[in-house]
T-cell receptor, first 112, second 113 residues
Framework: NAGVTQTPKFQVLKTGQSMTLQCAQDMNHEYMSWYRQDPGMGLRLIHYSVGAGITDQGEVPNGYNVSRSTTEDFPLRLLSAAPSQTSVYFC???????????FGSGTRLTVV | AQSVTQLDSQVPVFEEAPVELRCNYSSSVSVYLFWYVQYPNQGLQLLLKYLSGSTLVESINGFEAEFNKSQTSFHLRKPSVHISDTAEYFCAVRGYNNNDMRFGAGTRLTVKP
């Protein structure tokens, strides 16, 4: 049982480039979320999904897109990378409430 | 929406001393509460959670937290810490009818020999 798998683990982008951070879970969880972690700010919610085909914005959605075509996958797209998007990104999933989230191991993104 | 305030950004303690990491939350609805731990260069692991029932919850490695509704707090305690408890600890809250979870800024616990 792999849990929540994030790829890549590390990525360096140039300003203006686009990329997709991958997230997959094999636990048949309904709910999935993307967070970014920055020093002194904890984790902030970017986007979340309550099931296939349904997504919504979190606290800091600007500059990011998501889609949920299957229960298993929840990719995060950076449309035009900016240095302010340098961060560690975590994907998480959970079953129906009440329940806690299971986190992936993270993607460390640097935008230069 | 809910919000979380962790009152201490850093807590240094000596090994075998007791520790308390403070967490206050704000919400207009009933909530679920969580503590997560993050070891260096790793993801977040669930430490303990309050979903309903007894207001005192415990983890397998000796931590406990008490849900205090009147004070809107969920402080984390351990009577005797070990070097291996050195990590960053995050308090999180989610409303009963909300689908997102909000985190505090984190408390870095450093246990010194």
């Amino acid at each position: 049982n792999a849990g929540v798998t994030q790829t890549p683990k590390f990525q360096v982008l140039k300003t203006g480039q686009s990329m997709t951070l991958q997230c997959a879970q094999d636990m048949n969880h309904e709910y999935m979320s993307w967070y970014r972690q920055d020093p002194g700010m904890g984790l902030r919610l970017i986007h979340y999904s309550v099931g296939a085909g349904i997504t919504d914005q979190g606290e800091v959605p600007n500059g990011y897109n998501v889609s949920r075509s299957t229960t298993e996958d929840f990719p995060l797209r950076l449309l035009s990378a900016a240095p302010s998007q340098t961060s560690v990104y975590f994907c998480a999933s959970r079953p129906g409430r009440p329940a806690s989230y299971t986190f992936g191991s993270g993607t460390r993104l640097t935008v230069v | 929406a809910q919000s979380v305030t962790q009152l201490d950004s850093q807590v240094p303690v000596f090994e075998e001393a007791p520790v308390e990491l403070r967490c206050n939350y704000s919400s207009s609805v009933s909530v679920y509460l969580f503590w997560y731990v993050q070891y260096p260069n790793q993801g977040l692991q669930l430490l303990l959670k309050y979903l309903s029932g007894s207001t005192l919850v415990e983890s397998i490695n000796g931590f406990e937290a008490e849900f205090n509704k009147s004070q809107t707090s969920f402080h984390l305690r351990k009577p005797s810490v070990h070097i291996s408890d050195t990590a960053e600890y995050f308090c999180a809250v989610r409303g009963y009818n909300n689908n997102d979870m909000r985190f505090g800024a984190g408390t870095r616990l450093t246990v010194k020999p």
